[in-house]
């Protein structure tokens, strides 16, 4: 199958996605995808051994969009100096989300090599200036920060359908 991820990208999606398209396992459609409200395709379980801090986990259907494609960097990770450096936007494909309102996701990492990507964790949180802070800046009062944050979870795809419970 090797569905093209995105129209701007060469990347190619690894072989147990599409084998996980093939037998009906990841959802093919959007509809299909929508769907996971009702009825989880991965359990809290298993998805929590991978990320305590996660309930529900959507897989999104193809074609994957990188994450400039979907955002702006400067969305997740505010001002150039909170950026991860280095990052390349377009070599993260995204391929999972979490429940409404929950900002983040899980995205293939072909930076360091096309053939074979890890699974990245992103998150944002968000913080309120301190006290002090407050105190001294008025313009601060009542203002929340957005912070990005990413891990890795697996050093490749079938890793990470294993530790959920898809492979």
């Known amino acids: 199958m090797n569905h093209e991820p ?36 991965v359990s809290t379980a298993d998805l929590q051994r991978l990320i305590p ?13 990188n994450l400039w494609d979907h955002d702006e960097p400067a969305d997740w990770y505010g001002p ?24 983040a996701f899980i995205a ?9 990507p890890s699974v990245l964790y992103f998150h944002n949180s968000y913080t309120s200036p301190s006290f002090f802070e407050r105190l001294t800046v008025p313009a601060l009062r ?11 979870i697996a050093p490749d795809f079938r890793t990470f359908a294993e530790a959920i419970g898809l492979l």
């Not at 801090?53 to 969009?65: C, G, H, I, T, V």
């Not at 293939?108 to 074979?116: A, N």
């Not at 957005?146 to 891990?151: D, I, L, P, S, W």
């Open 142 to 152: 009542g203002r929340r920060f957005r912070h990005g944050t990413y891990r890795q």
């Open 108 to 116: 293939l990492d072909y930076q360091t090599s096309r053939e074979r």
């Open 80 to 103: 150039q100096k909170n950026r991860p450096s280095l990052m390349n936007t377009q070599l993260l494909l995204m391929i999972a989300n979490f429940e409404i309102g929950v900002e």
């Open 53 to 65: 801090e996660e309930d529900q986990l959507y897989l999104l259907a193809p074609p994957f969009r």
């Open 6 to 41: 995105s129209e701007n990208t060469e990347l190619l999606i690894p072989p147990e996605i599409d084998d996980l398209l093939a037998v009906g396992i990841w959802p093919k459609t959007h509809e299909a995808s929508c769907r996971q409200n009702g009825c989880p395709l």
